[in-house]
């Protein structure tokens, strides 16, 4: 691990990871530097937060050299593009520099469960999180789902365990983070916009197993089976998926098996929340956790059962006039949408659009003829999905989303669907995918008006 006794650190980002980073080196007496792209009115109530714990030195609108060059160590906040800064001479040549998930992981006391994958990464670490705690035993859900571990591990004890999702930025910037357990759901496009490419972005994912040894356990999809990474993984490993492995997917059920093959348990869909394949490839990769974990089998099937679905993930908002609205603001890529379209029955009049991640829509055309009724499409990837569906469904330019939701309301039927499931980031129009679900629920609720049902 980097050594940052009586060192001069550099937090690079004050977002909520990097906030976090700074509130506790500050509280730990660490000399901190903290520089900020924002203007100081968009910051201020932090910095001044910040002031309570210790005299910093900070700059805002911007990384500059003469600032940041005057540090020991950098830490840098997931959304900070630390190539950059060492390319433009920001940060000089041969600066340590850290993620806020690595020095989370330095002064971390708990057992580590990591998930990472492109998509179902929240899902599964909360559901993960809840069969722990439906255990009796305290885990702590935290990471790129929105609190990070950083800003946790004061609370953390040697009994506890952290269940942390992590991206593939927060990846780039690990040195010694090992998860006891880590988990591989998926990799498909996404994030062009700061990787080189698909073998770039993959290579990424696959760190969570870099610092892992014989006492670790890696679980993976089954899908990356003879995948050369796999020869590279020095931990037990543990596949999910279709097929014969410890733990088997079908469309009705998740079995979990031993080492033999016999079956332990079973989970059934008819008893979950959760639908569709790939929430049960998510309840299986869950539930294996929680078995190497010690959980037993009857807390296993008693907590997936009990597990709700996260807000704006594929979520029912209510029926109108026989119209079935669904928010999936988190389908953020290609694959997302995928998912949600393959899980849905009915002809659905897709919400799509945001700021282009690099993926390619087309790969979606053949499930878009047969189940999209029609896209509707918002944000900056306008252009884009329109020339990649116009030639198959109807695509319809909208300029907002109370447009998009009345347009799509227009074309509807009794027994469609209107989903909103983006494919793309919220950041063109939204502060996050949160905000663009909220909005979304909020104009199908003002269009609708008392009449929906639930």
């Not at 089998?297 to 704006?312: G, Q």
């Amino acid at each position: 691990m980097i050594d940052l006794k009586n060192k001069k650190i550099l937090i690079l980002g004050l977002g909520v990871s990097g906030y976090a980073a700074a509130l506790f080196l500050l509280k730990k007496g660490f000399s901190v530097k903290v520089s900020e792209k924002a203007g100081e009115e968009d910051i201020g109530g932090r910095i001044k937060e910040l002031g309570r714990y210790g005299q910093f030195e900070y700059e805002t609108r911007g990384h500059t050299g003469e600032f940041c060059s005057k540090a020991d160590v950098a830490v840098i906040s997931p959304g900070v593009h630390t190539k950059e800064l060492y390319d433009a001479g920001v940060l000089p040549v041969g600066m340590p520099a850290i993620g806020t998930l690595e020095l989370g992981y330095m002064y971390c006391v708990s057992t580590v469960v990591a998930v990472t994958g492109t998509n179902g990464k929240s899902t599964v670490t909360e559901l993960i999180g809840h069969m722990i705690n439906a255990s009796g035993r305290k885990a702590v859900v935290c990471g790129n789902i929105g609190n990070p571990l950083i800003g946790e591990v004061a609370g953390l004890s040697p009994r506890d365990i952290a269940v942390v999702e992590v991206s593939s930025f927060q990846l780039g910037t690990i040195d010694s983070f090992r998860p006891h357990i880590a988990v591989l759901l998926n990799i498909t496009e996404d994030h062009y916009d700061r990787h080189r490419g698909y073998e770039d972005y993959r290579s990424e994912k696959f760190k969570i197993f870099a610092n892992q040894n014989g006492d670790d356990w890696a679980v993976i999809n089954a899908s990356f089976k003879g995948d050369e990474e796999i020869g590279r993984i020095k931990s037990g490993i543990v596949y999910f998926g279709k097929g014969k492995h410890r733990a088997e997917v079908s469309q009705k059920e998740v079995s979990i098996n031993d080492e033999s093959g016999a079956n332990c348990f079973s989970i059934k869909e008819k008893d979950l929340s959760l639908s569709g394949i790939h929430n049960m490839e998510n309840v299986a990769c869950a539930a294996i956790v929680g078995w190497i974990l010690g959980i037993s089998a009857e807390v296993l099937v008693s907590a997936a059962a009990s597990f709700r679905p996260l807000k704006h993930r594929t979520e029912k908002v209510g029926v109108y006039e026989g119209i079935c609205f669904i928010d999936d603001s988190k389908a953020t890529n290609i694959d997302a949408t995928r998912r949600a379209v393959e899980s849905t029955d009915g002809k659905i009049i897709l919400i799509a659009g945001g700021r282009d991640k690099g993926g390619d829509y087309r790969s979606l055309t053949s499930l878009i003829k047969e189940k999209v009724k029609a896209v509707i499409v918002i944000g900056e990837a306008q252009t884009l999905i329109k020339e990649a569906f116009g030639g198959v469904v109807p695509v319809i330019c909208s300029a907002n989303m109370a447009d998009a939701v009345r347009v799509s309301a227009e074309r509807a039927s009794r027994g469609d669907i209107i989903m909103l499931s983006p494919m793309c980031s919220s950041f063109d129009m939204f502060s996050g995918y949160r905000e663009r679900g909220d909005v979304f629920q909020r104009e199908v609720k003002k269009q609708a008006g008392k009449d929906m049902s639930a």
